[in-house]
């Protein structure tokens, strides 16, 4: 199973991980005696990635629970934050130059099939499926397509369909697995030689997008504030200033036959 494969990564990788975790690093920088400077791709993971998304997403899963059952439990914020983090990674871990125009599906693939879901079965049909599903719905409707529904913490369920054809994603999963998935797989290409070519790759796609984000205008059609700039934390993002059974079910006519197939029923159903 591909949880299992990432905690048996993790105990063989533990000795990596204090390069990159949290004990290490304080909110700014690196702190400690074994502590590494920051490189320029580091830093921009660490603001706009560790600081923040992964902050994001384990106050949402910490939240979730009390909210659950009686809605707003943070189902899809959770999942739509996963998916626009997995294409990020993707981006980076992209061969042509950033931005390409039209690439999110292809990131996506890149970094599932790679680094989130290697060892699932049918991993790129799987992905797909919850791009255009789940990503494209929660985007830009805040519903689901097809027959899927947003559980938590029902492990058993995860990317499983059921006897009545209904695919589930476990916010909690989803997100805890991505979460591992940048930690041990993703992480540790920066600390390969300088000259290697998939860190080479990495670097560079993240300086294009760092300057693309800060070239983008959009202040020009917008009118003068009443105040004074707003204070901001050099520990903040770029842009930024200062538990139980499933819910979310959404069914649908368009599921299709082709949709389905691709997902396992849930384990010991």
Known sequence: MPHNRILWERS???????????????PTGPTGPRAVPDSPTRAFLRANFDEYLVRDLRAMIEAAPQKWDSGGGFGFPIVMTVFAGIELLGELLGAAKYPKGGTGDKALLRYWTQYLYPSAPDSEKQALALYR???????????LKGSLAVCYNQRAYHL??????????????????????????????????????????????????????QQTVVAS???????????????????FIGASGPMHIATSATASAAFMPVFPPPTGA
């Not at 000795?15 to 304080?26: N, P, Q, V």
């Not at 998939?198 to 300057?211: D, W």
């Open 12 to 26: 063989q990788q533990k000795h990596k991980l204090s390069r990159h975790g949290a004990l290490m690093y304080g």
């Open 160 to 213: 499983r369909q059921d006897s009545a054809g209904t695919v589930y994603i476990d916010a909690k999963c989803f997100a805890l697995d991505f979460i591992d998935s940048y930690e041990i797989r993703f992480l540790p290409i920066l600390d390969r030689e300088a000259s290697d070519p998939l860190r080479v790759r990495v670097e560079t796609r993240a300086s294009e997008l760092s300057s693309v984000l």
């Open 133 to 143: 599903a789940a990503r494209h719905g929660i985007a830009h409707l805040f519903m």
């Open 221 to 239: 059609v917008f009118g003068p504030a009443v105040g004074p700039p707003l204070p901001r934390s050099g520990n903040l993002p770029t842009g």
